[in-house]
């Protein structure tokens, strides 16, 4: 079993970058997929990016292509989620999120373990 902590959400401009961690323990993160979802009120939880337990293969939702990207740590057993040219509608619940199987969808229902989220505030 895995615990998961994400840190480093917060308020920024329209433009700006932010960096997300998911501080991982009880199991190395290179035994996981390890995804990134986030969540809006009133929606369900949407699929950001992902990384396979090889770390070889690398998904992402059509809204964030070309300006965020996932990355893993296995020293720090910490994945991250680097997003850059954020805008407003990226503003969300962003959560982490490890799963023991190869995802086929990447969907919320596949994934096994979730941490508790940290918010990300993007302003016009």
Known sequence: QVQLVESGGG???A???LKLSCAASGRA??????????????????????????GGSRYYADSVKGRFTISRDRTKNTVYLQMNSLKPEDT?????????QYPSRWSADEMDYWGKGTLVTVSS
């Open 11 to 13: 308020l920024v401009q």
């Open 29 to 54: 993160v290179s035994s996981y997929g390890m995804g990134w979802f986030r969540q809006t009120p009133g929606k369900e939880r949407e699929f950001v990016e992902g990384l396979t337990s090889s």
């Open 92 to 100: 969300a619940v962003y959560y982490c999120a490890a799963t023991r």
């Open 15 to 17: 433009g700006g970058s």
